[in-house]
Nanobody, 126 residues
Framework: QEQLVESGGGSVQAGRSLKLTCTVS????????MAWFRQIPGKDRDGVASIDAWSTYYTKSVEGRFTISLDNTKTTLTLQMNNLKAEDTAKYYC?????????????????????WGQGTQVTVSS
């Protein structure tokens, strides 16, 4: 049973940092593209960053502040979030897909991913 489990969310003040972790398990074949999305109530789930064997992609609002990484065994995906802003407040989700790498034109499209975690809440107060 494929499973993605996020951890590391919490409440912080603006300007501080948080590190999110996604533990990957149960995949017969490791995902080819992994990503972080975020969602606030009543809004669409938006892509934050993605990573595959060759590339990383970031949505513009987090470039220079967030860093996505994946360990060599592809079992731990992380999102280091620095200089957090109030507008980063959301529920963050780990996502994965197989048989297709990450691309700049769809790394942030939720419908292109078929495996999801349950999410972890990040709240940033100004």
């Amino acid at each position: 049973q494929e499973q993605l489990v996020e951890s590391g969310g919490g409440s912080v003040q603006a300007g501080r940092s948080l590190k999110l972790t996604c533990t990957v398990s149960g995949f017969k074949y490791k995902p080819d593209c992994m990503a972080w999305f975020r969602q606030i109530p009543g809004k669409d789930r938006d892509g934050v960053a993605s990573i595959d064997a060759w590339s990383t992609y970031y949505t513009k609002s987090v470039e220079g502040r967030f860093t996505i990484s994946l360990d060599n065994t592809k079992t731990t995906l992380t999102l280091q979030m620095n200089n957090l802003k109030a507008e980063d407040t959301a529920k963050y989700y780990c996502a994965a897909r197989q048989d297709r790498y990450c691309y700049s034109n769809d790394f942030d499209v939720a419908g292109q991913f078929d495996h999801w975690g349950q999410g972890t809440q990040v709240t940033v107060s100004s």
